[in-house]
């Protein structure tokens, strides 16, 4: 027994699946935020297992996932700042980080 | 042959004058003119300015309130005169004049050429050989427009010169002469004599094209530029308005409808020349008319098919339906007479209505080969129109309009004489009558226009109303006996030209066993005497003059008319020897067809047919003469007025038997109406369906765009639901569509 690669697409899809639920439902910008993150993070959880369980292809290609891994993390924290700055910014000019009134883009 | 060959430089030579005139003195006279008063200014720029179609629009409106306005004459003397009137100038500039000048030079030169070609041609100058049968191509000025691949259908732009060019082109040129040099005295105070100048010179180009033709292309350019030359010409006086009360129209809408009848006509005509086009390859005239040996020809093409060619000529002679005023598209021509008289006498005599005589004897062989019906068509359309146009003559008041009847009516006697001619006399005598006509139909536009001079001098307006002329003779004695003169040779009163002409084509018709034709032909001749001598009697003559009446009488207006000055009178001089003259011309027949029997004055003399039309035209004279000279001219009306089949007569003859009027209906309930449908369906259906489409794409954005809440997470739910439909969707597509 012990783990198996649908372990760990089971956990992916869990995690995908209540980040998801987050950033759908959440009316907190933060919130939502952090969905994305979970998502976000489910998905690298998906990679690595796939990377690991991979012994097809020779050694440098099967650790393809795990730098794809790292990317996201990176991106992620980016992606973070320049969230949390525009909540900022939002903030300061409605008072409000309630994503359902920001809704200045409509018809 | 040199003579010959050079010819084209009577053609080209109008279009010069034409191109001279605009590009070079009328600019000078317009830079010459004095522009010292604003208003007067202001009036020239009108008159000059070519604004034909907004203005007289305008001006038509507020027609009937006769606005005086007082003005200077040419002698410093004050006169009023009716705002109805065209622009007048006090003198006429330097440029002007030599505009004037420069059109009668080029023109005396063409006239005196084309003459000269004429007398070596029959031999009379030995200076040249006679042209051969067939003419011979002017090769300087014609070239292929257009060449196709294969041997035929290549688009020449060719002229030719024969002998039926040759008469005609002396017709044109002598009368486009003496209309010009007339107009000098004419046209003296008349603003825009510079463009006038120009306009006659193009006029007088267009129809030497029709003239000089070799084909059918170089024909229809001609004919279409005729057209707008009439058009320019008729509305020249732009600034004049309808007289309602004297049934008048505009000169711009008289121009215009001008141009829309031979519109009418002309569809005719370009569709039977499409017709010979196509079925044979070739515009040219004698490659047409070739015999059966020539591919090209008719006989060769339409040997199997004799009805379509029959159908083809039909149409082509709707084209000279259209343009020489016959049955039913006579209507253009009476308003035309809203032109300077100069330029009715133009269009009447030698150019316009002339043209479509012209082409159909050009294209005499083609209608000869087709059906008996081709020619029957024309003879009877001539018949009937000569009768119909002669009766509408009989009741008209108007001076220049009893001329109009008669050219109409004259034209149906050339259609006749074409149409009955048969192979062996070919065109000759219906051009004869073209011919002799032309002389005396322009003295009598002539003559008429130098009445109208004078008692525009006399009375300050406008008058063409026989009711207040009469006894004019004793004023103008020189207009009087020219106008006399061509009266009787219009009448076919023995000796004079149209004695010869229209009894050709009277016994004609007797000899080719028409009878109805001949019937028709000889009663007209009887009218046609009665009512030009009446015309004659009502301006010159009436009750107290000498010769019993002919000579003076009561003068029905006012003032005091003087005799025309010499540029007027030395044409109509001219004209009235051409009128008694151009009968003895007996070698026309052979002239015009190689081998067709000449015209026996002895024989003519000596048959009783001819004294048979020529006691109907005394009976018609005498009657003229009885009624007009005995009685005043408003107790004949009285008489007229009081009996009830007269006067029904009377009124229907007045009003053209209501031909006008049916167009009009016509016009105003069918024309008009299916515009009027056609333009809802253009509204309604083709408007409604391209607004329809952009409404429909409005109001479904407008309802659409609800969608766009602005909200980020209604956007995710929308791009992961699509996720989700995708991936149900390809799970479905994998594992159960095998």
């Known amino acids: 027994m012990g783990l198996t690669l649908n372990h760990f697409l089971v956990l992916g899809a869990l995690l995908f699946c209540i980040g998801l639920y987050g950033a759908l439902a959440k009316r907190n910008a933060i919130a939502v935020l952090m969905g994305i993150e979970i998502m976000l993070n489910a998905v690298n959880i998906t990679l690595v297992g796939f990377s690991f369980y991979n012994h097809v292809k020779p050694y440098s290609t099967y650790l393809t996932g795990q730098i794809f891994a790292i990317f996201i993390i990176t991106v992620a924290a980016a992606e973070a700042a320049v969230a949390l700055a525009m909540i900022i910014a939002i903030y300061r000019r409605r008072s409000t980080v309630d994503v359902g009134e920001i809704d200045m883009m409509k018809w | 042959m040199a003579l010959y060959d050079y010819s084209w430089l009577i053609l080209l030579s109008p279009l010069f004058a034409f191109a001279a005139i605009v590009f070079g003195t009328r600019i000078w006279d317009l830079s010459s003119r004095p ?94 050989p006679p042209l051969p049968p067939g003419g011979i191509h002017l090769s300087a000025i014609s070239y292929t427009w257009l060449q196709q691949p294969g041997p035929t259908a290549n688009y020449l732009i060719g002229f030719r010169l024969n002998n039926l060019a040759i008469a005609m082109m002396v017709v044109v040129t002598s009368v486009s002469l003496l209309v010009q040099f007339y107009s000098q005295g004419y046209m003296e105070d008349s603003a825009g004599y510079a463009r006038f100048y120009a306009y006659l010179s193009l006029f007088a180009f267009s129809m030497l094209m029709i003239v000089f033709a070799e084909n059918f292309l170089v024909i229809f350019i001609g004919w279409e530029l005729v057209g707008l030359s009439s058009y320019l010409l008729i509305g020249f006086w732009i600034n004049k308005k309808a007289k309602p009360a004297e049934d008048r129209l505009s000169p711009a809408s008289a121009s215009i409808e001008a141009f829309i009848v031979n519109r009418v006509g002309d569809v005719g005509f370009i569709i039977g020349i499409m017709i010979l086009f196509v079925n044979t390859g070739t515009f040219n005239f004698a490659d047409l008319a070739g015999p059966a040996s020539n591919p090209l020809s008719v006989a060769h093409n339409f040997a199997n098919n004799q009805s379509l060619l029959t159908i083809a000529m039909i149409l082509v002679f709707c084209g000279a339906i259209g343009k020489s005023a016959q049955v039913p598209l006579q209507v253009w021509l009476p308003p035309a007479m809203e032109g300077p008289t100069p330029v009715s006498a133009l269009i009447h005599a030698a150019t316009m209505v002339a043209a479509g005589v012209y082409m159909v004897a050009v294209t005499f062989p083609l209608f000869a080969s087709a059906g008996p019906a081709a020619f029957g068509v024309v003879a009877w359309i001539g018949g009937i129109t000569a009768l119909f146009a002669a009766t509408i003559a009989v009741a008209q008041m108007d001076f220049k309009r009893v001329l109009a009847f008669s050219t109409i009516s004259q034209l149906g006697y050339m259609f006749v004489g074409l149409g009955v001619a048969g192979q062996v006399y070919g065109p000759g005598p219906g051009m004869f009558h073209l011919f002799t006509h032309a002389f005396f139909k322009a003295l009598l536009f002539l003559g008429a226009g130098s009445v109208l001079h004078a008692l525009h001098h006399a009375m300050h307006r406008e008058v063409q109303d026989v009711r207040l002329m009469g006894g004019l003779a004793k004023y103008m004695p020189i207009t009087a006996i020219t106008w006399l003169i061509a009266v009787l040779a219009i009448s076919g009163f023995p000796f004079f030209a149209g004695f010869f002409s229209k009894d050709t084509i009277i016994s004609l018709a007797f000899d080719q066993g028409n009878y109805g034709l001949w019937a028709i032909t000889l009663l007209t001749a009887g009218i046609t005497a009665f009512y030009m001598l009446r015309a004659y009697i009502l301006a010159f003559g009436g009750k107290g003059g000498s010769f019993g009446g002919l000579w003076g009488g009561t003068y029905r207006g006012t003032g005091e008319p003087h005799e025309s000055p010499t540029t007027i009178t030395l044409p109509l001089i001219l004209l009235a020897i051409a009128s008694i003259l151009a009968g003895y011309w007996t070698g026309f027949f052979s002239y015009i067809q190689p081998g067709a029997p000449n015209l026996n004055i002895v024989e003519v003399l000596t048959n009783p047919l001819t004294w048979l039309g020529v006691v109907v035209s005394l009976i018609g004279l005498g009657w003229a003469y009885f009624l007009y000279t005995r009685f005043e001219f408003a107790a004949i009306n009285d008489f007229v007025q009081r009996n009830a089949l007269l006067r029904v007569m009377h009124r229907i003859l007045l009003r053209k038997y209501y031909v006008d009027d049916l167009y009009n209906l016509f016009i105003r309930y069918v024309v008009l109406g299916i515009s009027h449908i056609e333009q809802a369906f253009d509204t309604y259906v083709v408007d409604g369906l391209v607004n329809g489409a952009a409404r429909l794409v409005v109001t479904v954005g407008r309802d659409v765009r609800h969608i766009e809440t602005g909200r980020v997470q209604t956007y995710m739910v929308g791009i992961f639901g699509g996720v989700v439909v995708l991936i149900v969707f390809v799970f479905v597509l994998v594992n159960f569509v095998k």
Not at chain 2, 52 to 81: F, Q, R, V, W, Y
Request: charged share 20%; net charge negative.
């Open chain 2, 35 to 128: 522009h010292e008063e604003a208003a007067a200014a202001h009036e020239d720029a009108h008159a000059v300015e070519e604004q034909h179609g907004g203005d007289s629009e305008t001006h038509a409106e507020h027609n009937g309130d006769i606005e005086l306005i007082e003005t200077t004459g040419p002698h410093g003397e004050k006169i009023i005169l009716e705002d109805l009137e065209d622009p007048k100038v006090p003198q006429l500039t330097t440029g002007a004049k030599v505009s004037g000048y420069l059109g009668i030079l080029i023109m005396a030169l063409a006239c005196l050429y084309s003459w000269i070609i004429l007398l070596a041609s029959t031999g009379v100058l030995p200076i040249a």
